[in-house]
């Protein structure tokens, strides 16, 4: 069972090809709206605190548990999703028994000038709701034209992320190296070898520093940094239906 997290601009429609693609595998998932995109409530792009979407995902955890005694559930999110489920993971013990993340953004790379910056800090105290438009575009995500194009036009899609937010993430980042050695289930992360948006290089010292023995890393070379929605994503989600398939057997053996 998947419990799918979206990552900054997305909705829980981005997993479409995802959750298709496992279903007629016999792998459900289930997908998270984080709060200020998609359909979710809330200003658009705003969060007062991560600890709401560290909430969100415990709570809608108990749902699965509720709905599926028996199946286990693995925590799988892509860039700011990648993010918050490492986060989640760290802090909430038994929330999962392994944890996914898919171009995590443990360090953005996105280019924000240094007036903007200092805007965003002051903002983040004194105006927390204030939004700023990221620098990036569904074509920084993605070769698939077809895709790109489908959701440049959803209503669902956009670009903002409030001042707050984007603090948020920042400590988040900082707390992730903090934390790493909380994480005590099996991890699996899938990175991007052609990613302008998120550092690759820091997604690889992290997994390097993890003190869990069963961890794994997939590096695709020519995949831009949205891997669910690129061209080639048929291989990432074949590797993410192996690996679940694989742990999902050693827990039915014990």
Same mark, same amino acid.
């Given at each position: 069972?998947?419990?799918?997290?979206?990552?900054?601009?997305?909705?829980?429609?981005?997993?479409?090809?995802?959750?298709?693609?496992?279903?007629?595998?016999?792998?459900?998932? !289930?997908?998270?709206?984080?709060?200020?995109?998609?359909?979710?409530?809330?200003?658009?792009?705003?969060?007062?605190?991560?600890?709401? !979407?560290?909430?969100?995902?415990?709570?809608? @955890?108990?749902?699965?548990?509720?709905?599926?005694?028996?199946?286990?559930?693995?925590?799988?999110?892509?860039?700011?999703?990648?993010?918050?489920?490492?986060?989640? @993971?760290?802090?909430?013990?038994?929330?999962?028994?392994?944890?996914?993340?898919?171009?995590?953004?443990?360090?953005?790379?996105?280019?924000?000038?240094?007036? %903007?910056? @200092?805007?965003?800090?002051?903002?983040?105290?004194?105006?927390?709701?204030?939004?700023?438009?990221?620098?990036?575009?569904?074509?920084?995500?993605?070769?698939?034209?077809?895709?790109?194009?489908?959701?440049?036009?959803?209503?669902?899609?956009?670009?903002?992320?409030? @001042?707050?937010?984007?603090?948020?993430?920042?400590?988040?980042? %900082?707390?992730?190296?903090?934390?790493?050695?909380?994480?005590?289930?099996?991890?699996?992360?899938?990175?991007?070898?052609?990613?302008?948006?998120?550092?690759?290089?820091?997604?690889?010292?992290?997994?390097?520093?993890?003190?869990?023995?069963?961890?794994?890393?997939?590096? !695709?070379?020519?995949?831009?940094?949205?891997?669910?929605?690129?061209?080639?994503?048929?291989?990432?989600?074949?590797?993410?239906?192996?690996?679940?398939?694989?742990?999902?057997?050693?827990?039915?053996?014990?």
């Amino acid at each position: 069972m998947l419990l799918l997290v979206h990552g900054l601009g997305g909705h829980t429609g981005r997993w479409e090809p995802l959750a298709v693609f496992c279903a007629q595998r016999g792998i459900s998932s !289930y997908a998270l709206a984080l709060r200020g995109f998609g359909d979710a409530p809330g200003i658009p792009g705003h969060i007062d605190s991560f600890g709401t !979407y560290l909430s969100d995902i415990e709570a809608l @955890a108990g749902v699965i548990r509720d709905r599926h005694p028996h199946h286990k559930i693995y925590l799988l999110g892509e860039s700011l999703g990648g993010l918050i489920c490492f986060l989640a @993971a760290a802090r909430i013990p038994g929330l999962c028994s392994g944890l996914i993340c898919l171009s995590p953004a443990f360090k953005s790379t996105l280019k924000i000038g240094s007036a %903007a910056r @200092a805007g965003i800090l002051f903002s983040a105290f004194f105006s927390p709701e204030r939004q700023f438009t990221m620098p990036f575009s569904l074509t920084c995500c993605s070769r698939d034209e077809s895709l790109v194009e489908r959701f440049e036009k959803d209503t669902r899609e956009h670009r903002f992320a409030s @001042a707050r937010l984007l603090f948020e993430t920042r400590l988040g980042q %900082a707390t992730a190296r903090r934390l790493r050695g909380k994480i005590t289930v099996p991890v699996l992360f899938l990175v991007s070898g052609r990613d302008t948006m998120v550092s690759t290089e820091e997604s690889v010292r992290i997994f390097k520093a993890l003190n869990v023995k069963d961890k794994t890393i997939n590096v !695709y070379p020519d995949m831009y940094h949205a891997l669910s929605i690129d061209l080639g994503r048929e291989k990432v989600f074949e590797d993410i239906i192996g690996w679940v398939n694989a742990h999902s057997l050693k827990g039915a053996e014990a």
